[in-house]
């Protein structure tokens, strides 16, 4: 009985830092079109603020898995909570001297520490309890990682998307006074949101340098690394990651600016039902769309993509223990490549919502693919985790070049891209549905 409330408590405390990653994840999209104005970047140029996050990912993974191997899981959770804490104070000197390498270099190290975190915690939390309730505890985590995901457009599109941004023949035109004001509060824009993030991390660091956690993981065997890269099963998952994040990430970074090519403001803005919706969200931070910028009342509806993956994990669990896993996986995937299939042949409203749409579908993929690859490695499954976790490095990678895509050939185009991806995971579900027949 003490060992299950011991489980059931570390269960409930790593789960926080599933919604924690989730949230300061998806806040870096809010940036994307902001940065964009600022510095007055290409779309290409602007993703790497994606592509510096998501790099830490392939360069951290193995190291952060060595690390942890040395100084035990939760004075690793304590370490990545600190390097996180780090990052986001780096956004405060980024913000006040508008330099963009150090905003990149703050995304690096917020994704350093981020990484730590899921190298311990997607294996961990499967392995806190019975082999059988593996898959279940997963999805349930990661409800909450979507969870975060789900708040942090609203807090984007309320916080760092509400005010227009001058360009530079605008700036360029105010006296030196009101040039440093502007300056000032373009910068506390970024500034504060961070600052509070930085010191809630900070506290949750020191609440888990006093939590009690159960070691439920022995140590992986010398050579692990070589031996899983000979498996093909494990290489067809881990490219089932790469590809997965990559395209989540693509769509979730450029829906503001896919909105606002199709000038879908002026269509809202027109629609009583849609201006209520945004009104209705925005109304629990005690805002309006009255008089603020047009992304602002684009970005709020971002809030179903990611809800939509918070709803849909919920419903996944339900399915997958009445279905194959591998078999929802490949439903999943071809209702996603459908509804892209739909926006890019549309416009207005049913473009927008299709597209948002994908969000559910995308719920259970990252979830399915980690535990269908971890099937069978036994003692290799926290070294197969880091390799995993190093495949999320295709969230810079796949939407530096969706933004490559929209700079040369447009949005349309673009995502055509994001259904090659998800035509794989198809193909890597269809895979597995065939042999857990056979």
């Not at 023949?169 to 961070?194: G, R, W």
């Not at 009342?297 to 669990?317: D, Q």
Request: aromatic share 14%; charged share 10%; hydrophobic share 55%.
């Amino acid at each position: 009985m003490k060992e299950v409330k011991s489980y059931k408590s570390s269960f409930i405390s790593v789960t926080i830092l599933f919604f924690l990653w989730g949230f300061i994840t998806v806040l870096v999209d809010s940036l994307v079109p902001r940065l964009k104005e600022v510095f007055e970047m290409s779309y290409a140029k602007t993703v790497l603020v994606q592509f510096a996050f998501f790099t830490a990912f392939f360069v951290i993974s193995l190291p952060a898995g060595a690390i942890l191997t040395k100084i035990g899981y939760k004075k690793g959770i304590v370490l990545g909570l600190v390097i996180m804490a780090i990052g986001c104070l780096l956004f405060y000197p980024a913000a006040e001297y508008r330099n963009f390498n150090v905003f990149l270099i703050g995304y690096f190290t917020l994704a350093a520490g981020i990484t730590v975190l899921q190298v311990a915690a997607n294996p961990y939390v499967a392995l806190l309890g019975s082999e059988d309730g593996a898959s279940s505890r997963l999805n349930l985590s990661q409800a909450f990682n979507s969870l975060g995901t789900t708040i942090a457009p609203v807090v984007g599109a309320l916080f760092l998307l509400s005010d227009s941004v001058k360009t530079s023949k605008e700036i360029n035109l105010l006296n030196s006074t009101d040039k440093a004001s502007y300056y000032a509060a373009e910068a506390a824009t970024v500034q504060t949101p961070f600052l509070f993030i930085a010191a809630f991390i900070g506290i949750l660091a020191l609440t888990f340098s006093f939590i009690k956690l159960p070691k439920v993981m022995e140590e992986s065997p010398k050579g692990g690394y070589l031996a899983l890269l000979k498996n093909k099963m494990m290489m067809l998952g881990a490219l089932g990651i790469f590809v997965y994040v990559g395209a989540e990430v693509a769509i979730g970074s450029f829906l503001v600016n896919y909105f606002d090519d199709m000038n879908l403001a002026v269509i809202i803005a027109e629609n009583q039902t849609m201006m209520n919706i945004a009104n209705t969200i925005a109304s629990t931070f005690n805002k309006t769309f009255s008089n603020s910028d047009p992304k602002s009342l684009l970005g709020i509806f971002i809030i179903f993509y990611w809800g939509g993956a918070m709803i849909g994990r919920f419903i996944g669990a339900y399915l997958t223990k009445i279905m194959s896993p591998a078999r929802v996986l490949s439903i999943f995937a071809l209702l996603a490549i459908a509804l892209i299939a739909i926006s890019i042949n549309t416009v207005g409203l049913i473009s927008m919502w299709s597209i948002l749409a994908v969000g559910l579908f995308n719920s259970i993929m990252f979830p399915t693919i980690f535990t269908l690859t971890l099937e069978g490695l036994g003692d290799l499954k926290a070294q197969a985790s880091g390799l995993l976790c190093m495949a999320i490095v295709g969230g810079a990678i796949i939407p530096f070049a969706f933004g490559s895509l929209i700079d040369g050939f447009g949005f349309k185009t673009a995502f055509i891209l994001t259904m090659i991806c998800y035509g794989y995971i198809l193909y890597y579900g269809m895979i597995k549905t065939s042999k857990t027949i056979k």
